[in-house]
């Protein structure tokens, strides 16, 4: 049974249009090499079952001429050393918080304009010379906002955070495209398309008709629509978040992006554990546990400063997953390039950054058998993705 025949009140079917436009476009892997843990700095005692070091050609980056790469990245640093400075000064007014406040049910993006470093943001943008980038940076923390760091080319204005247009210009593209996020967050969802094109028919049926997968604060769900695009496959596809545009932008963005698979929502509270208590009665009653779960950019949210255990988080997302089940995951790390930029230069929502090993242990706090984790480390040095097989 798929989920869009599943009697349960709360879940939305909708239907997509697949035609696919050849927008977001992947990277590449060049190269995938095994490594012990150890060389990463980790604990052999918390080691997964294995670690690779991995290759990404970025489709954006080669783009540029290698000048303009050299001048945008000075300019990135130069910002990052200044934040990093005045934050070491207590120069900054950031808190830590979730990414959004919840009143009345209804979701509201923090807008703060001290909500990290304003005399570094001030100045990247004014050394960047952008209008775009300004009108951008308002739609932080937004899923929408994470559209233009995928593919740089893909829309001709940005729509900033009180309806208008602002054009994109050649220093908004560089910017996002060069960015070490932006360039992290690409990689990361390229590991996954990996990961999912060589998992897909072992979990599921050849195609992956019938493949029943759930994608966990999905945002815009893009990563998940490449990962099933690369692998090749028509899953039966659940996206569940908190963030009601977001879901709507999903919806839009399967079928441009060529996902040809049956889609259904839900609007859910993940961090409440009674919420995806009730998910996970849901797909009981609607044909079963989950085969497929992606959550790749909402781990960075849990944590003691977030309000979030991640140990209770994960154990309720590994309850969904069926035996023989795949979870791809992933978190920031703490020793990435130009932390500061982000969180002060960009003001993205406060994230718990970690370490491989304080990642690895919480996955085993949460039950969960290290051996069968596969640790993924791209080259760019942001992000770590995990493949778990149930």
Request: net charge negative.
């Amino acid at each position: 049974m798929s989920f869009n025949d599943a009697d349960v009140n709360s879940m939305d079917v909708v239907s997509v249009d697949s035609f696919g436009s050849g927008c977001y476009p992947l990277g590449e892997i060049v190269t995938s090499r095994l490594v012990d843990y150890r060389e990463v700095g980790g604990d052999p005692q918390l080691a997964p079952g294995s670690v690779s070091i991995v290759e990404v050609a970025d489709p954006f980056v080669s783009r540029w001429p290698l000048q303009d790469q050299q001048r945008y990245e000075t300019l990135e640093v130069a910002a990052d050393d200044l934040a990093r400075a005045r934050r070491a000064g207590g120069l900054w007014q950031r808190k830590p918080g979730g990414a959004y406040t919840e009143h009345d049910g209804t979701l509201t993006a923090k807008t703060d304009s001290q909500w990290g470093d304003p005399v570094a943001s001030s100045y990247w943008l004014k050394e960047l010379g952008s209008d775009a980038m300004a009108a951008w940076m308002r739609l932080i923390p937004s899923a929408r906002a994470l559209l233009h760091l995928a593919d740089p080319w893909g829309d001709e204005s940005v729509v900033d955070v009180d309806g208008g247009t602002v054009r994109v210009d050649d220093a908004a593209r560089l910017g996002w495209s060069m960015s070490i996020d932006a360039i992290g967050i690409r990689s990361r969802a390229a590991v996954m398309a990996d990961l999912v094109a060589r998992r897909a028919v072992q979990v599921g049926s050849p195609g992956g008709a019938g493949l029943r997968w759930l994608s966990v604060a999905c945002g815009t769900a893009l990563p998940a629509f490449q990962a099933a695009c690369a692998a090749g496959i028509a899953p039966d596809m659940l996206l569940i978040d908190i963030d009601r545009d977001a879901l709507g932008m999903a919806v839009s963005l399967a079928g441009s992006v060529g996902f040809a698979g049956r889609l259904s929502t839900k609007r859910t509270n993940i961090f409440r554990r009674s919420s995806m208590d009730e998910l996970h009665r849901e797909l009981l009653v609607s044909g079963g546990l989950v085969k497929m779960i992606d959550m790749l950019g909402i781990f960075e949210y849990t944590g003691p400063n977030l309000g979030v255990d991640p140990v209770g988080f994960l154990q309720s997302v590994w309850e969904c997953l069926a035996p023989g089940g795949y979870l791809v995951t992933g978190q920031m790390r703490a020793d990435r390039p130009r932390p500061d930029f982000t969180t002060g230069v960009v003001q993205w929502p406060y994230v718990e950054l970690r370490t491989p090993d304080e990642f690895m242990a919480i996955i085993e706090a949460a039950g969960i058998d290290r051996n069968r984790v596969e640790l993924h480390l791209p080259e760019d040095g942001v992000y770590m993705i995990a493949g778990i097989t149930k």
